[in-house]
């Protein structure tokens, strides 16, 4: 098995570690790093401890989760979560810490993806196939995001895959759709993005705040 350490810090993984199985086992130990992200991406662990950003990752994960959550709520059609919720799917052989989910509850009460209880108390997991998924780029997960979770994401047959890099003058939003062949990006109509999870359109914009860094704005219609 691969490791990918992207820092001078280390992280031990044990060697029982050899497949999705005793993955999710040692993630549901008291064992696993809780401030390390870690994926199991088919048949490698997946190390990332670079530090986030503030402006291009972090404050955008924000924002999503500002309007996602509460766009869920509102319409009593599901349920975001921000970044933290591990996802496991067997078919893909993943399991990976998506920086937001979206269930709705048709799919729960369908079982397409199901809540996995901790060994101490509540809900620690998601198994399955979630509606959508959104991932962040950053410096250290270019790769990671934009190759090898595209393909393993639709091979876990999630419907949506958004997909984000701020680093840029301009934003960059995709919505992928799932295809029977791969991802397809949705065609921007006057800037705006539709989303047929969501049964809405977005857009992603940046401005300035009044100490010149960059401020990030979903627009939802």
Not at 121 to 140: I, K, Q, R
Request: glycine share 8%; net charge negative; hydrophobic share 35%.
């Amino acid at each position: 098995m691969s490791t990918f350490v992207l820092d001078r810090e280390r992280v031990h993984i044990p060697s029982w570690v050899k497949d999705l199985d005793s993955f999710r086992r040692w993630a549901h130990s008291d064992e696993f790093p809780e401030k390390v992200r870690i994926c199991y991406l088919k048949g490698e662990v997946w190390v990332d401890m670079s530090k986030e950003q503030v402006f291009t990752h972090i404050s955008v994960k924000t924002e999503f989760n500002n309007v996602l959550g509460p766009l869920g709520k509102a319409s009593r059609s599901g349920r975001y979560f921000q970044d933290g919720l591990l996802i496991s799917n067997e078919e893909a052989d993943l399991s990976a810490q998506p920086d937001g989910t979206f269930d709705t509850f048709q799919s729960m009460k369908e079982e397409r993806v199901r809540l996995v209880e901790g060994k101490d108390e509540g809900y620690v997991e998601l198994e399955g196939t979630p509606d959508m998924v959104l991932e962040v780029v950053s410096a250290s997960s270019v790769e990671k995001d934009t190759e090898t979770l595209r393909e393993l994401y639709w091979e876990a047959g999630i419907p949506e895959y958004w997909l984000v890099d701020a680093r840029g003058d301009e934003p960059l939003f995709e919505i992928l759709r799932h295809t029977p062949r791969g991802y397809v990006s949705t065609r921007k109509q006057g800037g705006w993005l539709r989303s047929a999870v969501f049964g809405k359109s977005f857009r992603l914009t940046r401005q300035d705040d009044e100490l010149g860094n960059p401020e990030f704005t979903l627009e939802v219609r």
